[in-house]
């Protein structure tokens, strides 16, 4: 688990109580683990942890369900791509 | 199969009481059989929420700038888009509610609508009064179109719903969650959410009977000329000194 997945991880486990094992590639909206509010504050708090700002756009299921794909978008913006 | 077939009965008869609660559980349970019946017997059980409208944004300004807010009045083409039926929308103009949509560029996110002093519930017979009307509002159908669901969407209308109610210092926004929509009701719990009062109501036919904790408790309608009144006082949040004047700063 990369240094990213780790921290969002930690963070999930903190605001959720959720104590499991947190898969990267894991759909944690289907899995029921985080919902239609905290999967905005996931993307909140990584912009602020990540120093990286997203668009109002980017933040839809398909960047934010799974902690690979957020991670990937963090990426991206900290490459500057994209933006 | 039989044995499959069994099983996935028990699933469903278990469910609501897994999913709800014994007490909630029973209830949907009767609903549903009731329903079978006739579609004119039914059970409808609802939370009566405050939520404080609290002066800290839900969303950072990188992520709201592309959004607005606007009253959408009766005539504009966002209201063919809500899903409600046109005479309760027209109902809803009628008593004076106001509908608050949010947008990206040209494009309705969601909308939430408001009622001023009192709201006159459309689905059973009943009255919400606010005991607190220069600092209260109703809201009620807060939506999200599908597209915007699992996203930015219910903070966004939330974001706007605060900056509008703020702006018009309001400090409280009642609801009414119906019990069984559990989504609804986790999605809520994260704004602060207080429970202010239950009620029940069990219709059938004309009559509909009302059973709740705020006064009078028990109603018995027989028409729509009869409705039961009930006050909403935010005492849940005052009492823990949310919304506040100098929380509105």
């Known amino acids: ?83 | 199969m039989r044995f499959e077939y069994l099983q996935n009965l028990w699933r469903r008869a278990i469910g609501p009481f897994k999913e709800f609660g014994a007490i909630a559980g029973a209830l949907y349970a009767a609903d549903q059989v009731l329903r079978r019946l006739s579609p004119k017997i039914g059970i409808y059980v609802y939370e009566l929420m405050v939520q404080p409208i609290g002066g800290k944004k839900l969303l950072p300004a990188n992520l709201a700038k592309n959004l607005t807010f606007a009253e959408i009045g009766r005539g504009d083409p966002a209201v063919d888009l809500m899903p409600a039926r046109p005479d309760i929308k027209s109902a809803r103009f009628d008593q004076g509610a106001i509908c608050l949509g949010v947008f990206r560029g040209e494009k309705l996110i969601g909308y939430a609508w408001f009622c001023f002093n009192v709201y006159e519930e459309d689905e059973v017979r009943c009255t919400y009064a606010l005991a607190v009307p220069d600092q209260s509002v109703f809201d009620f159908d807060f939506y999200i179109l599908p597209e915007h669901r699992m996203g930015i969407g219910f903070l966004a209308v939330w974001h706007g719903a605060n900056e509008y109610l703020r702006s018009r210092n309001i400090r409280y926004t009642f609801s009414r969650l119906t019990r069984f929509n559990v989504a609804s009701r986790r999605a809520h719990a994260h704004l602060g959410w207080k429970c202010v009062g239950k009620a029940l109501f069990f219709q059938a036919w004309r009559v509909e009977l009302m059973l709740a904790t705020l006064a009078p408790f028990i109603f018995l309608s027989w028409s729509g000329k009869s409705r039961p009144r009930l006050q909403l006082w935010p005492d849940k949040l005052i009492a823990r000194g949310v919304g506040r004047a100098d929380d509105m700063r």
Do not use: H, W
């Open chain 1, 1 to 83: 688990m990369n240094d990213e997945t780790a921290v969002l991880a930690n963070y999930i486990r903190t605001e959720t109580g959720y104590a499991g094992d947190i898969d990267p590639d894991e759909d944690l909206l289907k899995v029921g683990i985080l919902d239609s509010f905290s999967i905005v504050s996931l993307a909140m708090f990584a912009q602020e942890q990540f120093g990286v700002e997203f668009e109002g756009e980017e933040l839809v299921r398909e960047n934010l369900a799974k902690l690979s794909t957020l991670v990937a978008l963090i990426r991206q913006k900290q490459s500057g791509a994209g933006t």
